[in-house]
């Protein structure tokens, strides 16, 4: 048989979704499978949003523009308007999902064996997306004992291959929002070496301290380097629909995103029906989700903290952490919890923390855990996981 | 700025969309706009799909499985053995339309300068996908006085950096439906040489001359060569929904494809939810659309054999043709028509042949057309064409 290609056997397997059979058979035998391995939100979609499908009255499917319906870029443009981004209608692409806006977004900056320097641990999608395209990623170690910090002094990754940096504020998968500072120390580092900027915002809205912080499209100074990554997954619950977008006031960039969206047509075009609701939603609708994940976020990293040999900071925003857990091998942990492991018929899931670094070696006594679900869910899922750790400990 | 990457300036701007921006310029002036650019079938979408949307009543618009839902898996491998290719449940993957479906196979099989061979000309977004991936088309020259067949010797195509054949079967562009010899001697030179077949069969039933001819699929010696790309934007109308899938018994190909897959999450759950529904239509359900196409080629085929200078082939299958033109610049052509042209307030909007070639030069004075509008619509269209030709030639 002929041969499979290098890059397609370089993208790893998700971390979030490899060991869905395992849960899946789990489910099979009866057991209640409490999935912290993914950031699915329960909150419901808002109703503006579903409704709008059974107002969908067209007899044709047809096409929508490559980059986007007008009524959802309407929408989109409003909404950066009211963050303090006016933009022109050419710095904005719809995308079918955040994941296709980083694709398109490397694509067009970086050719292969170009490197992108990103904070480790970083999305494990990241690493997959890179992998297909050839560009490398240099991984920016950060750790769990100061929260996640980013470098002050980015300049002992310069290399000349170095082409950009991939930020994602808040992060996922740490929960780490970054400071002025921090985010000063990365845009002059950029400025200074001509490099790109890649700000994966899509948990924008999700912070818990302090007020929200502004985007890096609020900063003059990046001007063309700056090259944003944006989702309506997280924000408005619609990570099934696959609706997000690129942002960037690089006119070459934005035209060559638009010549990769035209190869693929269009985005889908009932995310884009839904999407363009959220104008219809009110100004404190955020409020009330924040509120809602910084309860839970307290709940699991309380019970995390509580728990013997665990370490884990607590996140400022979106609505995971990475914890360290008192095992020889997190994924072999990951796979008896579905496995062998359940307590009152519940068994709770969890992202291996490897696949979320790049760096080879790192993580493996780590997870993810995605604080999800409501809070008696979370409670259960919390008192599975320090359940489940005594028992593998003492298998 | 940071440099564009070279291959992002690689991709093309798509020959079936780059003069939208011209279009809307017309119909701004009140002009309406034939629009035979663009696969965009006016056949409605079933209405059993319409309606589904409706029933929709989940609270949360959460991810879909990377590998698609399981309805539209079953209503996939349903209609898959329906046409006599009984599949295992991971010999098919769900993509985001067939344009993922080809990102993804020839990802999964590719490495960058690897080469492709591919009949020319060839369906545009090919050249994009495979820039993208640092791909190289080798074109294999095919011309409208023969209807566009293939070479029955692939021999001399063959160098050490080929690893695959691309075939889109019926074609498009060309409409050309590949005769059983055409077919064997790709089967057996890939076969020989121990390449990738690659089979882009979303035409599969849009055939009008004689009977179905079978799917590559229910060839057993292709084994795990063969890669088929599907979609069902056109067969049941659904272009904006996007969604497709990958057909492989290739193991290695088929997990490939699904790491990237879950590096996207997952395909748009809504045109999941109407691809479903399938499963519900009548056996005759293609028998009418066939019919109506077949009508509709004839009457544009007959039109534009009656212009002075045009040269066109009568197509076997699908809903398109190419048409060679009695003018210098067929792209220019195309502007002309919409810039400054009408007849009786009416234009017709085709798209320039040359992006539809690989071979730098050919097609310059070619246009592809699709027969997607009604009857009365297409007389009009070729009216308008006729007389544009006379006027473009004349100013």
């Given amino acids: 048989?002929?041969?499979?290609?290098?890059?397609?056997?370089?993208?790893?397997?998700?971390?979030?979704?490899?060991?869905?059979?395992?849960?899946?058979?789990?489910?099979?035998?009866?057991v209640k499978v409490f999935h912290l391995n993914i950031g699915q939100p329960d909150i419901e979609t808002p109703a503006v949003m579903r409704d709008a499908l059974r107002s969908f009255d067209e007899k044709v499917v047809?096409?929508?523009?490559?980059?986007?319906?007008?009524?959802?870029?309407?929408?989109?443009l409003d909404y950066y308007a009211g963050i303090g981004v006016p933009l022109s209608p050419d710095q904005l692409l719809v995308t079918t999902g955040g994941s296709e806006a980083i694709h398109f977004g490397m694509a067009a900056a970086m050719d292969p064996g170009d490197v992108i320097l990103v904070p480790d641990p970083m999305y494990a999608n990241y690493i997959s997306l890179a992998a297909v395209l050839g560009v490398t990623i240099v991984p920016v170690p950060t750790k769990v004992e100061d929260g996640y910090r980013l470098p002050l002094d980015w300049e002992p990754y310069l290399t000349p291959k170095v082409k950009g940096v991939l930020l994602c504020n808040p992060s996922n998968p740490t929960g780490a929002v970054y400071s002025a500072d921090e985010l000063q120390a990365v845009v002059d580092f950029v400025i200074r070496h001509d490099l790109y900027l890649f700000a994966d915002e899509v948990y924008r809205e999700f912070v818990y301290e302090g007020p929200l912080p502004p985007s890096l499209l609020?900063?003059?100074?990046?001007?063309?380097?700056?090259?944003?990554?944006?989702?309506?997954?997280?924000?408005?619950?619609l990570c099934g629909a696959r609706v997000g977008c690129l942002v960037t006031r690089n006119a070459g960039i934005a035209a060559g995103a638009m010549r990769l969206a035209q190869a693929r047509l269009s985005p889908p075009l009932f995310a884009q029906l839904l999407g363009s609701k959220a104008t219809a939603l009110a100004a404190d609708y955020f409020d009330e989700t924040r509120e809602t994940y910084r309860r839970r976020r307290d709940i699991v990293v309380d019970a995390l903290q509580a728990m013997p040999g665990v370490v884990v900071a607590r996140p400022e925003g979106a609505f995971y952490c990475m914890?360290?857990?008192p095992v020889d091998d997190a994924e072999a942990f990951a796979r008896f919890m579905l496995e062998s492991f359940s307590h009152e018929g519940h068994t709770t899931m969890v992202a291996p923390g490897g696949g979320f670094y790049a760096q080879e070696g790192r993580g493996r006594d780590e997870v993810r855990i995605a604080y999800v679900l409501d809070e008696g869910e979370l409670r259960q899922a919390m008192e599975c996981l320090r359940l489940g750790l005594e028992a593998y400990n003492n298998r």
């Fill in 323 to 325: 914890a360290r857990l």
């Fill in 218 to 237: 609020t900063v003059p100074a990046l001007g063309d380097r700056l090259v944003v990554v944006d989702s309506l997954s997280k924000r408005y619950s």
């Fill in 62 to 76: 047809a096409y929508s523009p490559s980059g986007g319906t007008d009524a959802l870029r309407r929408t989109l």
């Fill in 1 to 30: 048989m002929p041969t499979l290609s290098a890059r397609g056997l370089a993208v790893p397997p998700s971390p979030i979704r490899k060991l869905v059979p395992l849960a899946d058979a789990a489910k099979a035998r009866g």
